[in-house]
């Protein structure tokens, strides 16, 4: 009764079951038919190169693994056709699935920060992470009992990550599993952290179950799943149902079998054979040691044996001679060092070369090192320890580079090389190899000081392409003196041709063309580079051209040179020759321009003096004479300018001499301009020619005037200032304390062309208006002053023009006064005598009229029109004043004085000249030069000086 009711209970459940399963069997057959009536979905699913078991290329380049083979049979069940995409680490992989490049990840470890970007499919997998130790290891159980072990791990896994993320591990990281397997089972660390199942497969493919096992309590649990993009939700239902049927599926678990393995039973295959091997080995030897002929059979095969062994050895002993043959002809030490645990050290093997570089033999090397640690250079001996220290702690490759240094003082340089392994005693041995690379060094050396010799130059050395404009292909860094960087040049963004200057490049281009043409190799030239902040550099470029086997020029290489300063000397050298030029041209004028004035004017004296009774006819002579002064004055303003005339300096306030001057200046400025006084009222004064000043501000007013054409205005500004020695350097005056006088108007501006040549003599941009004197007796002044012209300009903005003056002391200058005596009639009357004068010029009307005015005061003249007529009337008759021009033919005035003071050193000497020059030099009596008689002179100033020289 019991039975049957068990029975029937069975039954039903059974029948329940079969329902059950039949239900699910219909569901998922009706699934699979429906998919099967749809059209594969294509698919992307990007997988990483080389990730095994997971992902691998076989030797066609296809896909293939645990991860492919499961999507495989999951794909075929969801009706998907897949397309790889294959990438070469895991971010490239990631990367791919996120910018939509594929559609799916098979087998992605489902992590948090991967949840929040993709959608996972059911999980697929759950990957234990467990701890392996070697059997009989009892003291690590858990992830805490490895704190303060030596763990192993392997790069780029989820166990490396683990050990990262635990305080207190000694970790070694190794680049396969296999090297941590073989690590742990040689002792080298003390525990693994690495994929339970997949360790396990290369535990038995190794045949170290018995010697490696998994700690039985795993450290985490990774779950892997399916990855796609997130929001498709129709793909996440296809794959889900797809999964659900391959977990239950035979295939899920041939795969898994396949790629992971399985466990062996206890009496698997191989036990069985190796144990029937031992039985079998067991009965043979039992039978032969039964049998004589058997042992004797034995016998003779462990002769054959040893004869096999001595070969191999005897070979063993060929390769290792041939290995010292090969170490002894390298260029260098080949050397195994060792330090043993009690910290002792030797060199086990060391090549020949050990002789040269250490100065000791492999011998002696080989059981003791203080001899090679001798000839250690001392500066370096602590670093070679330390980096050798270190090499044995971490395991990591030695390289250094050191210094021996022997007992002649010679020093040389070495590169150590070497690979370190830990010995069975736990010492470590090295296997490397040791270089001398003192030539390399003393080629880096003087590389080193070429650089900085090429830095250090003002020479920039270039090489740039034969393609359209020039592109650069090599530059040295000082290029930044030309405001460029080397980098810029060399990016390709600007072009050699786009720094030359605009006005220059054709000539440039044309230049390069034609020794191109010519078949020249080399040509030099001058032109312009303009900077990037607009500065203008002045160049001396030496090109030399390449050219290919058949003559086309492939590059231009050479130096380009800063030569602006010497181009700014030349261009300061050009005008100071046109200054002289125009000085002289001035003096020669001024010379016979004062010759006719001291004619006109003597004669208007004349006229003046006796005409007292006819007041009408002695007004008229009176304004010739005036006019003559005139023109006097305009002939010593244009000796002046040419340096042929002293000024006559005066302590002077500037302020005062532009109050003075307001009106006049408003008055040439027209009433459409603005006149505006800024000035200082504390304005150190200066000393200075004060006519000179004040004809620099006219015509600098002028100048301002005809800049603005419509209103505007004129701002006259004057200021203390302090001049550094940069500063001054610029404007080539001396450091110091000056007064500024800064002109600014609202005109046209200069452009940068006309303000190189503004201050030359005769250049002009008014046309036939203009004289072009104006601004270059500006300058001429300016720098007989000892100051310096300053000019800035805008187009269209306006001008300013800064004249820099130096300052006066402030105590008193003292000066000779000239005499203020009235010149009446009855004054010069007073000025006779009868001594006997010798008058000397060239000039014949000026003879005649100097010759009257000393006879009407009762003086006995003779005269002469050259040095050598006077010095034949001196020879004859007995002459008491000698009255000399200095310029003159042949023989000039300062010579002549020179014979008649040797010859005649009773006769008085009076020297007259339009102009000073340096005809005085080498004359012993300086009074001659300093006391000169100035032409045109006065009649009075004629007789005062003739008067006091006789009764001197």
Request: glycine share 6%.
């Amino acid at each position: 009764m019991v039975i049957r009711h068990f029975n029937k209970r069975y039954k039903s459940k059974c029948s329940l079951y079969f329902i059950l399963i039949s239900f699910l069997l219909v569901i998922n057959f009706s699934i699979a038919i429906a998919q099967a009536a749809d059209k594969p979905q294509k698919i992307k699913a990007v997988v990483i190169k080389y990730f095994p078991p997971l992902y691998k290329l076989d030797e066609q380049g296809n896909p293939q693994g645990y991860a492919i083979e499961q999507f495989t049979e999951i794909a075929k069940i969801a009706n998907l056709e897949i397309e790889y995409v294959i990438k070469n680490n895991w971010k490239e992989t990631l990367n791919a699935l996120e910018k939509a490049e594929a559609d799916i990840i098979p087998n992605l470890g489902v992590i948090k920060n991967r949840q929040e970007i993709f959608d996972f499919s059911s999980v697929v997998e759950i990957l234990q992470i467990s701890i392996f130790v070697r059997e009989g290891t009892k003291y690590i159980n858990s992830v805490n009992d490895l704190i303060g072990k030596k763990v192993g791990v392997v790069s780029h896994n989820v166990g490396e990550k683990i050990a990262n993320n635990l305080s207190g591990l000694n970790t070694k990281v190794y680049a396969q599993p296999e090297h941590a397997l073989i690590g742990l089972a040689s002792g080298n660390v003390d525990a693994v952290i690495y994929p339970k199942p997949i360790m396990l497969k290369y535990i038995r493919n190794s045949g170290l179950e018995k010697r490696i096992i998994a700690v039985e309590k795993p450290i985490k649990e990774l779950k892997r799943a399916i990855a796609f993009q997130k929001g498709n939700i129709k793909l996440e239902q296809k794959l889900n149902a797809a999964i659900k049927i391959f977990l239950r599926s035979e295939k899920y678990t041939e795969i898994y079998q396949k790629w992971y393995g399985k466990e062996k039973a206890y009496w698997h295959v191989e036990k069985v054979i190796t144990i029937s091997l031992v039985v079998i080995v067991l009965i043979i030897i039992i039978f032969i040691i039964w049998r004589y002929q058997s042992i004797k059979k034995i016998n003779n095969q462990l002769t054959t044996l040893y004869e096999n062994l001595k070969r191999a050895e005897n070979e063993r002993d060929k390769t290792s001679e041939l290995l010292k043959k090969t170490a002894s002809r390298a260029p260098g030490l080949v050397y195994q060092y060792e330090v043993r645990p009690d910290g002792s050290a030797s060199f086990p093997y060391a090549s020949e070369a050990i002789r040269d570089i250490y100065k000791v033999s492999p011998e002696v090397a080989k059981y003791d090192v203080a001899k090679v640690f001798e000839v250690l250079h001392p500066d370096d001996y602590d670093e070679i320890v330390a980096s050798i220290n270190k090499s044995a702690e971490t395991l990591e490759p030695w390289k250094l580079e050191y210094r021996v240094r022997y007992d002649d003082g010679t020093v040389r340089w070495l590169l150590g090389n070497a690979l370190p392994e830990r010995t069975g005693e736990g010492g470590t041995l090295w296997h490397g190899f040791i270089t001398d690379i003192t030539e390399y060094k003393s080629i880096e050396k003087s590389l080193e000081q070429a650089h900085m010799i090429i830095e250090d130059s003002p020479v920039v050395i270039f090489q740039w392409g034969a393609s359209e404009g020039w592109p650069v292909e090599f530059v040295s860094e000082n290029v930044e003196h030309f405001g460029y960087t080397a980098e810029e040049l060399l990016s390709g963004e600007i072009s050699f041709s786009s720094i030359i200057h605009p006005d220059d490049l054709e000539r440039v281009a044309q230049e390069v063309e034609k020794h191109t043409a010519d078949i020249e190799n080399s040509f030099q030239q001058e032109y312009r580079i303009v900077g990037p902040d607009g500065h203008i550099y002045w160049t001396d470029d030496r090109t030399i051209i390449e050219r290919d086997e058949e003559g086309n020029v492939t590059h231009y290489h050479g130096t380009v040179l800063d030569v602006t300063e010497r181009k700014n000397i030349e261009e300061q050298l050009r005008r100071s020759q046109k200054m002289d030029a125009l000085g002289q041209l001035t003096g020669g004028i001024a010379h016979d321009f004062n010759n006719l004035l001291g004619v006109v004017m003597g004669y208007a004296e004349l006229l003046e003096a006796n005409l007292a009774e006819d007041p009408l006819l002695k007004k008229y002579a009176h304004e010739i004479n005036y006019a003559g002064v005139r023109g006097a004055k305009l002939t010593k303003k244009l000796l002046s300018f040419s340096k042929k005339e002293n000024s006559e300096l005066v302590n002077l306030s500037v302020n005062r001499l532009l109050a003075d001057e307001q009106h006049m200046l408003e008055k040439t400025l027209t009433a459409r301009i603005t006149l505006i006084y800024d000035l200082d009222n504390e304005l150190w004064p200066i000393l200075i020619d004060e006519g000179d000043l004040e004809d620099a501000i006219i015509n600098i007013s002028i100048n301002a005037m005809h800049a603005m054409k419509e209103a505007g205005t004129f701002t006259v500004k004057t200021k203390n200032v302090k001049l550094n020695s940069p500063d001054a350097e610029r404007l080539k005056i001396n450091a110091g304390e000056y007064i500024s006088i800064q002109f600014s108007d609202t005109g046209c501006g200069i452009d940068e062309v006309t303000i190189a040549k503004i201050f030359d003599p005769f250049f002009t941009t008014k046309g036939k208006e203009g004289t072009g004197l104006g601004l270059s007796q500006v300058y001429a002044f300016v720098k007989r002053s000892k100051g310096a012209v300053d000019i800035h300009s805008v187009l269209e903005k306006g001008t300013d023009i800064k004249l820099y003056l130096p300052r006066c002391a402030d105590v008193a200058i003292q000066k000779d006064e000239i005499k203020k005596i009235i010149k009446n009639n009855s004054d010069v009357k007073k000025l006779t005598g009868t001594e006997i004068i010798l008058i000397v010029d060239d000039e014949s009307a000026l003879l005649t009229m100097a010759s009257e005015i000393l006879s009407m005061k009762g003086y006995k003249i003779f005269t002469a029109k050259s040095g050598k007529d006077a010095l034949a009337i001196l020879e004859k008759e007995k002459i008491d004043f000698l009255l000399s021009d200095v310029i003159m033919p042949e023989m000039d005035g300062y010579q002549l004085a020179i014979q008649v003071q040797e010859k005649h050193p009773h006769v008085k000497i009076q020297l007259a000249s339009g102009f000073s020059d340096d005809r005085h030099i080498g004359v012993k009596d300086s009074s001659l030069h300093e006391n000169l008689l100035k032409k045109p002179y006065a009649a009075y100033d004629l007789l005062i000086r003739i008067r006091e020289l006789l009764d001197s």
